[in-house]
């Protein structure tokens, strides 16, 4: 790995970092203006899903999943990376308050940078699971 992978895999775990407090501000800091981002780019399932295109529309994946959810376990498995790319995988759990339901699941998360910025992320989850989690 070079120098600028392993500076894009310490920017990831930043923006993982803070997540984790809850800090949108930072993540911002970290995207470019024109960012697009995406958890299951084609999917309806979670109001969160769907591609969400610059800064401005970003704060608001945020502040659905943080609506809907309550995160009980985000312990990113492995990591790897190249000099514009960093891929990961995550345990993730969650709590859904509106149905009392909860699961555990692995997700991939794929980051695209430019320069120092990221500029393309892609998520994938169990939808399956989010589905029943979220269904009444």
């Known amino acids: ?49 769907g591609v969400h295109r610059g800064k401005a529309e970003l704060p608001h994946f945020f502040q659905e999943l943080a609506a809907n959810v309550e995160v009980t376990e985000f312990t990113p498995l492995a990591f790897t990376s190249n000099d514009t790319d960093v891929m990961t995988a995550v345990r993730f759990g969650m709590a859904v308050p509106a149905t009392g339901k909860s699961g555990t699941m692995e997700i991939r998360h794929w980051f695209r940078f430019r320069g120092d910025k990221i500029e393309y992320y892609r998520g994938t989850e169990d939808t399956a699971m989010t589905a029943e989690l979220l269904s009444r």
């Open 1 to 49: 790995m070079g120098a600028m992978s392993d500076q894009h895999i310490k920017t990831i775990t930043g923006v993982y970092e803070a997540f984790g407090r809850g800090d949108v501000e930072h993540i911002l800091e970290q995207v470019t203006d024109d960012v697009d981002w995406a958890s299951e780019a084609d999917s309806r399932v979670a109001p969160w899903h």
